[in-house]
């Protein structure tokens, strides 16, 4: 080996020992094949290894993959034309080879020094991420800091992890913090209040185990599994809520739940049915605009990977709210209905308790889903029982001596006229099941309909 290339190395090995070890905790051992080396230059501030990017073709769970990692010890992870070039580059190919894209970000954001150049960096990646997102399976990472206009590579993902100590925002933390008051940086902040992250992890172990989950999800068409697929779900019953459900009906150990911080009412997770991927929305009582919003990026994700959608209905419509009415409510539903009416990908809905009005419009209409089920004593109705009862019966509740108890009785009446067999007797469910046969009709349902 020649002297310039040992010492070449030498000094590129010191430059990357850091984000090698990330990369290295994430991707197979020794799988790892690097591009574009030793691109890099040097300025008055001193020597840019790489560029700041470590990229290249790897493996993960014997997976091929393309994989980066925004270098840190360069410039503090920043953004130049050239290091874009490269992320650009590595999303290119990840296209052209049909390769899920994993990006490890932690960058303070982009190198001002190099002006609009820099910006236009951004600009190339953005779109070529843009590119990938629905080609290729998208899963971005925060290790450490996210920075800059890299934030905004959250909406072009399928997942959007953080490890629970990484920093994400869209400016320098201490500009966002001296407006607010407080730091609104944090990856919980992200989880639990902006939802855009869709989930945090302790450390790059635990991050490579969901990645290895979630890719298993989005590219397998089967996965292995030793669950029954003729169990009963004997703990399932009338009251039993959407998680229950999720729990109790597919496979054990196959739930992967995705911005479970934000917006309790929805439900999204990868899953598995008698080892058939499936994506699941879970909806309970009122959806709410960021709801909606939730629901519709996951189906996105799942239209990209072609994964059935399994709905689990108890809604009774949309959140009767002043802000939510005049914030982005009708805005968020209206895309949502968009996205359901578009997929390409086969819908399964169960009823699984009270759902009305928009509820079952956009969930579990026949023009939603291609194959509804609810449960025995779901009620599937026009409007919620108590607000029928007013309408309906509202001169005798007021007459009555116990309104309450008036209320309930009209409540109750409206309900017993609005079953789940009336639904299935007008062909607007096709079957009506007992709770505890509910993993075996959903298994039945998904194999009988997913091309294999």
């Known amino acids: 080996m020649s002297t310039g290339l040992k010492n070449a190395l030498s000094s590129y090995a010191r430059a990357t020992k850091k984000v090698r070890e990330v990369v290295d905790a994430v991707v197979d051992e020794q799988s790892f094949v690097e591009l574009n080396a030793f691109m890099g230059g040097a300025n008055e501030l001193g020597e840019y290894k790489g560029e700041g990017v470590y990229c290249g073709l790897a493996t993960i769970d014997d997976r091929d993959v393309a994989v980066l990692a925004v270098n840190p010890e360069v410039f503090s992870g920043?953004?130049?034309?050239?290091?874009?070039?490269?992320?650009?580059?590595?999303?290119?190919?990840?296209?052209?080879?049909?390769?899920?894209?994993?990006?490890?970000?932690?960058?303070?954001?982009?190198?001002?020094?190099?002006?609009?150049?820099?910006?236009?960096?951004?600009?190339?990646?953005?779109?070529?991420?843009?590119?990938?997102?629905?080609?290729?399976?998208?899963?971005?990472?925060?290790?450490?800091?996210?920075?800059?206009?890299?934030?905004?590579?959250?909406?072009?993902?399928?997942?959007?992890?953080?490890?629970?100590?990484?920093?994400?925002?869209?400016?320098?933390?201490?500009?966002?913090?001296?407006?607010?008051?407080?730091?609104?940086?944090?990856?919980?902040?992200?989880?639990?209040?902006?939802?855009?992250?869709?989930?945090?992890?302790?450390?790059?172990?635990?991050?490579?185990?969901?990645?290895?989950?979630?890719?298993?999800?989005?590219?397998?068409?089967?996965?292995?599994?030793?669950?029954?697929?003729?169990?009963?779900?004997?703990?399932?019953n009338y009251a039993s809520g959407v998680r229950a459900v999720l729990s109790a009906a597919f496979d054990a150990g196959s739930v992967t739940e995705l911005r479970g911080g934000v917006a309790s009412e929805a439900v999204t997770a990868f899953a598995t049915l008698d080892g058939i991927p499936v994506a699941v929305v879970g909806v309970?009582?009122?959806?709410?605009?960021?709801?909606?919003?939730?629901?519709?990026?996951?189906?996105?994700?799942a239209d990209n990977a072609g994964m059935p959608v399994v709905n689990l209905v108890a809604c009774t419509g949309t959140v009767a709210d002043a802000g939510e009415e005049t914030g982005s409510l009708i805005r968020n539903v209206s895309d949502l209905i968009y996205t359901y009416d578009?997929?390409?990908?086969?819908?399964?809905?169960?009823?699984?308790?009270?759902?009305?009005?928009?509820?079952?419009?956009?969930?579990?209409?026949?023009?939603?889903?291609?194959?509804?089920?609810?449960?025995?004593?779901?009620?599937?109705?026009?409007m919620e029982s108590k607000s029928a009862a007013y309408m309906l019966y509202g001169k005798e509740i007021a007459k009555a001596k116990n309104k309450s108890a008036a209320e309930r009785k009209f409540a109750k009446v409206y309900a017993d006229e609005n079953t789940a067999m009336d639904a299935a007797e007008d062909g607007c469910v096709d079957m009506v099941i007992y709770p505890a046969h509910t993993r075996q009709y959903l298994i039945a349902t998904v194999r009988s309909m997913v091309k294999r």
């Open 342 to 382: 578009n997929l390409g990908v086969v819908g399964v809905t169960l009823i699984c308790g009270k759902t009305s009005g928009s509820g079952y419009a956009i969930f579990a209409s026949k023009s939603a889903c291609d194959y509804v089920v609810a449960w025995e004593k779901a009620s599937v109705s026009p």
């Open 284 to 301: 309970s009582g009122k959806l709410t605009s960021r709801g909606a919003a939730k629901i519709a990026d996951f189906l996105n994700t």
């Open 78 to 236: 920043g953004i130049s034309r050239r290091s874009a070039d490269k992320i650009a580059g590595i999303a290119k190919r990840a296209c052209d080879a049909g390769l899920p894209l994993i990006s490890l970000i932690d960058s303070a954001g982009a190198r001002v020094m190099e002006g609009v150049d820099a910006l236009d960096g951004y600009g190339a990646i953005l779109s070529a991420y843009c590119r990938a997102y629905g080609s290729v399976p998208v899963i971005t990472a925060v290790t450490g800091k996210c920075y800059g206009m890299l934030t905004y590579l959250s909406g072009c993902s399928d997942m959007f992890i953080a490890v629970e100590k990484a920093k994400i925002s869209t400016a320098a933390p201490l500009i966002i913090s001296g407006e607010s008051g407080k730091d609104v940086s944090g990856a919980n902040t992200h989880y639990k209040t902006s939802g855009v992250v869709t989930n945090v992890v302790k450390d790059v172990t635990e991050l490579r185990a969901l990645i290895v989950k979630a890719l298993s999800a989005m590219c397998d068409s089967v996965i292995e599994t030793e669950d029954d697929p003729n169990r009963t779900c004997d703990e399932l």
